[in-house]
């Protein structure tokens, strides 16, 4: 599940609600991470995802309670899902 150090995650939920609950535990944590419009090449319910460049299985380990729809990895090259 892991992925390359210079990668990017989009973590992507159902609701809003779910990226802000993502946003403050992440925040709380002290995670890099910002909230970005979802790229226009990936989908979502809300239009807001869940941006860090932090190692995945980190990202997901914190988040266990606020699952992701979806999580899409980007390398600078090409996106690459890891969880849908």
Known sequence: MGSSNDS???LLFHTIHDV???EKILKKAGIDHE???VPRNL???CGVC?????PIDGL???LHAVPA???VCFDGKE???ILS
Not at 50 to 54: C, D, E, L, M
Request: aromatic share 8%.
């Open 8 to 10: 990017i995650h989009y």
């Open 20 to 22: 802000l609950r993502a």
């Open 35 to 37: 909230l970005v419009p």
């Open 43 to 45: 989908s979502s319910d």
């Open 50 to 54: 869940v941006k860090s460049p932090v």
């Open 60 to 62: 997901l380990e914190l």
């Open 69 to 71: 729809d979806q999580c």
């Open 79 to 81: 996106w690459k899902k």
